[in-house]
């Protein structure tokens, strides 16, 4: 009765990171001239590779 042991195909398994899980909707696009000095602080401290993509 192999069939008691096999995996399910097609599940996908959650990917669970220290911070929470991921929103599942797409990230939104920053605008650094629309954002306050407190935000842009805040993107850069805790998405540095974001800041470093919107200031090349």
Same mark, same amino acid.
């Given at each position: ?8 195909? &097609? @599940?996908?398994? $959650?990917?669970?990171?220290?911070? &929470?899980?991921?929103?599942? @909707? $797409? $990230? ?5 001239? /629309?954002?306050?000095? /407190?935000?842009?602080?805040?993107? /850069?401290? %805790?998405? $540095? %590779?974001?800041?470093?993509?919107? @200031? /090349?």
């Amino acid at each position: 009765m192999p069939y008691l042991f096999q995996e399910a195909s &097609g @599940t996908a398994k $959650p990917k669970i990171v220290a911070g &929470g899980n991921p929103s599942a @909707t $797409p $990230p939104a696009s920053y605008d650094l001239a /629309k954002m306050s000095y /407190k935000e842009v602080a805040k993107l /850069k401290a %805790e998405q $540095p %590779e974001v800041f470093e993509q919107l @200031t /090349k």
